[in-house]
């Protein structure tokens, strides 16, 4: 078929610093393991300096990785993230 293609809303507890937000994107990266695919990371303003991280997940239609749910429960226990919501979900 095709590839399933999802947005990951990641809300961090507090305003944190650029240095403590790379360190966050990297511990994403590291969860996003293949078949599944980073697909964009995209750092959003909020408000009142705090801000948020949208994550583009691929994974493949036929993978077993068991849709984006698991990989957003694993973000949602690093250190500093408040909440992983899956928001939105595609085809491609």
Do not use: W, Y
Not at 10 to 20: A, G, H, N, S, V
């Amino acid at each position: 078929m095709g590839d399933v293609v999802g947005l990951i809303q990641i809300m961090p507890t507090e305003i944190l610093e650029d240095d403590q937000l790379a360190k966050m994107v990297e511990k994403i990266k590291a969860i996003v393991k293949p078949p599944a695919k980073v697909g964009n990371i995209e750092i959003k303003n909020i408000a009142f300096g705090l801000r948020g991280i949208n994550l583009t997940v691929v994974i493949p239609d036929k993978s077993d990785v068991g849709g984006l749910d698991p990989i957003a429960e694993k973000i949602s226990k690093i250190e500093n993230v408040e909440s992983a919501e899956v928001t939105d979900v595609g085809l491609l």
